[in-house]
């Protein structure tokens, strides 16, 4: 998944919500969302290679995402960054997800990532390129690709100019989802907005190349049962409807906040 977009504590009725897509090869088969473990609870699409996953929540109102991370020099991951993001799911809240990728960080080497964690209280976004660093989040709409977290881009040289267009890129999604104080939008508006620039080719976040592309969409709110949901596009958002999650693991979810 290349680009990540997070309202955090925007939204009254849902502290967290995500509208991402995923970029990878066109042969690397998914699953969709569904029950990836009982217990605690996860949501989210499995990787039918490593078996990890790239975005989810939990029961606990825990939410995860990656992006790959653009290192500067070569990195030799030895674990399977999507079993990264299972690890974090399993925690029962943001402050003890950050502590459980630290400590996996320390154990196993990964290629190179940008990491959001997420639930009502807490928002970081871990940063992996051979040594970790964090970025504590303010409430706002924030965006991750591979080469940048909102302001803070770091581009390699040897891809400098798809590099600085992908950081121009995702500037103007997060101007385009700011969502201005005391304005009365919805998180279900948000998230329908959020969706058409995901797929908006004007924004160069749907890819479309030989052999690698956006894979997948997702749209993900977490909060009161009125505002809590999940919808997938199993294809390029551009051309792929958002459909919901089985609605039988929604209301095991009710009530995440």
């Not at 967290?16 to 996860?42: C, G, K, M, Q, T």
């Not at 508006?189 to 976040?205: I, K, P, Q, S, T």
């Not at 709110?221 to 958002?237: H, I, V, W």
Request: hydrophobic share 40%.
């Amino acid at each position: 998944m290349c680009t990540l977009a997070l309202a955090w504590q925007v939204f009254d009725d849902a502290p967290v919500a995500v509208a991402a897509n995923r970029d990878e090869s066109l042969e690397r088969e998914s699953l969709p969302p569904s029950r990836y473990r009982e217990e605690p609870l996860i949501v989210a699409p499995r990787d039918a290679e490593a078996g990890g996953t790239w975005i989810g929540y939990n029961e606990h109102g825990v939410f995860a995402g990656i992006t790959n991370k653009w290192a500067k020099g070569d990195l030799a991951g030895e674990r399977s960054r999507g079993l990264l993001v299972a690890d974090v799911l399993s925690a029962e809240s943001a402050a003890e997800a950050a502590s459980v990728l630290e400590d996996a960080t320390e154990r196993d080497e990964y290629d190179g990532f940008y990491l959001v964690i997420a639930d009502a209280d807490t928002a970081v976004c871990y940063v992996w390129d051979g040594e970790r660093s964090r970025i504590e989040f303010d409430p706002g709409v924030h965006v991750v690709v591979n080469v940048a977290v909102d302001d803070i881009v770091d581009v390699p040289p040897t891809r400098s100019d798809v590099g600085h267009q992908q950081a121009d890129n995702a500037r103007a999604v997060r101007e385009t989802l700011a969502v201005e104080n005391g304005g009365d939008e919805s998180v279900s508006a948000w998230l329908e907005r959020a969706g058409n620039v995901l797929g908006d080719h004007e924004y160069g976040v749907c890819i479309h190349g030989n052999g690698f592309g956006t894979r997948s969409s997702s749209l993900i709110a977490l909060g009161d049962e009125r505002a809590a949901g999940y919808a997938f596009a199993p294809g390029p958002p551009c051309e792929t409807p958002y459909e919901s999650v089985d609605p039988e693991i929604d209301r095991d979810l009710e009530g995440l906040v």
